[in-house]
C-alpha cells in the first residue's frame, strides 16, 4: 500500500525502496522504474535513466549475487548497456567479476 501511495505522489525512488527493501520485489521495483522513465519523457529522462540504472546495479545485481542466479545478472547488465558483460555473465564459466555469481 505504502508503494502506491509513493507513486500517487510521484515519489518514485521511495516507491522503488519500498519495494526492494521491504517487498523484496524486484519486478515491481523494475517496472516502476521503467514506467517513470517512460511517463517523464524527455524532460528528465536523465534522472529517470539514473534511478533505473540505481535499481538494476545496487539492488537487482547484488541479489543476482547473493542468490547465484546468472540469469539476473544478465538481465541487469543488458538493460544499463552493459552487454558484453550480460553475455559473459550466462557463458560457462560464469565470470565473478562481470556477474558477480
Known amino acids: ?13 521511495d516507491a522503488i525502496d519500498v519495494c526492494v527493501r521491504y517487498l523484496d520485489d524486484w519486478p515491481l521495483a523494475l517496472l516502476i522504474a521503467q514506467h517513470l522513465r517512460a511517463e517523464r519523457g524527455a524532460a528528465s529522462a536523465e534522472e529517470s535513466s ?10 537487482l545485481l547484488p541479489l543476482a549475487k547473493r542468490t547465484g542466479d546468472p540469469w539476473l ?17 550466462v557463458a560457462p564459466p560464469y565470470h565473478e567479476e562481470s556477474s558477480g555469481v
Not at 534511478?51 to 545496487?58: A, Q
Open 1 to 13: 500500500m505504502a508503494c502506491a501511495f509513493f507513486v500517487l505522489a510521484e515519489r518514485a525512488r
Open 50 to 59: 539514473a534511478e533505473l540504472r540505481r535499481v538494476l546495479m545496487d539492488d
Open 73 to 89: 545478472a544478465s538481465l541487469a547488465h543488458w538493460h544499463v548497456g552493459e552487454h558484453e558483460l550480460a553475455a559473459r555473465s
